[in-house]
């Protein structure tokens, strides 16, 4: 009887061992292909002032799965740093967002920056300034438009972080801490990096009221930004509450839901004129 069991789980663990393993060979197979015939697209979210101002957008990469529509980041790009392809795939998404922030410039708009995500994969390649620079070269567009996205793990674990970031900085490009307040303990690096920017991460943002320490520690994380003279952005606002929340605390940008999520370009531009036209809600 249990023997039976035993082998009924043994044949039931198999097999969705075996759904999960071709899961990932059919998602590597068609992320090989997924480049050549152009299935990435890079969608824009808006980043506000607290006075409603659109003040960046962060490039966010999508998948539109010909089969199985658009599969998100957090699916495909851990099978992309498995196989080595986030590399290309960063290098698009990083040339599209930088050629797409330039032709918003050139539509007579108010120049604002780009944020790009960078994996830790791409953070490690030796040529990662030389990419960044051709990117900013062959888009036409001025190093302080583009911001680089790093997160406190990457910066800890890679080969050369200190280095890296000093060269990416002397090209001229804006730097910000990814989900700050998730990755590591020691704070030290703070005064180590040259960070421009903390991006509050939107689990401290959702907690804000569920926890008694949840006020605390947003509050805490804006404070400690300013005295070290960074900037700070809280991410995943999706509520007035946790907005004006912010507002009081001196927050100085926001970006989820409650204003917008990531758009396509044309919805990106669309949102934008409606913000200047005064027709969106401040
Ligand atoms: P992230 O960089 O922290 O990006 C923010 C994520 O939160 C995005 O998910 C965004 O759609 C989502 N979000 C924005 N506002 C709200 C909100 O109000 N509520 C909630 N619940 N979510 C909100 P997305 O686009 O699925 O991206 C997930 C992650 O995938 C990103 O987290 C980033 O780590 C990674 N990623 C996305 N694009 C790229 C890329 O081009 N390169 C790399 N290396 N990573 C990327
Ligand atoms: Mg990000
Ligand atoms: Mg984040
Ligand atoms: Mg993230």
Redesign the pocket.
Known sequence: QSKKEGLGRALAYTAEMDAATREKLELEKGLREALEREQFE??Y?PQLDMFGNLIGS?????WRHPERGYI???VF?PVAEENGL?NP??SW?LRTACRQNRAWQLEGRAPVPVS????IK?FEQPNLVEIVQSALADSGLTPQYLEL?I?ESMAMNAAATEGTLYLLKALGVKVSM??FGTGYSSLSYLNRFPIDKL?I??SFV?DLFKEESGASIVATIVAMAHHLKLSVIA????TREQLEFLREQKCDQV????YS??LKPEAFSRFWDELENGTKKG
Do not use: F, M
Request: charged residues 25%.
């Open positions: 890079v969608h979210q962060e490039a966010l990469v999508r998100p980041p957090g790009i986030i795939i960063g998404v790009v995500n960078l994996s791409q996205e997160t990814d989900d991006k991460d939107q959702r991410e995943g606002v999706e970006q989820g839901y409650y999520p990531p």
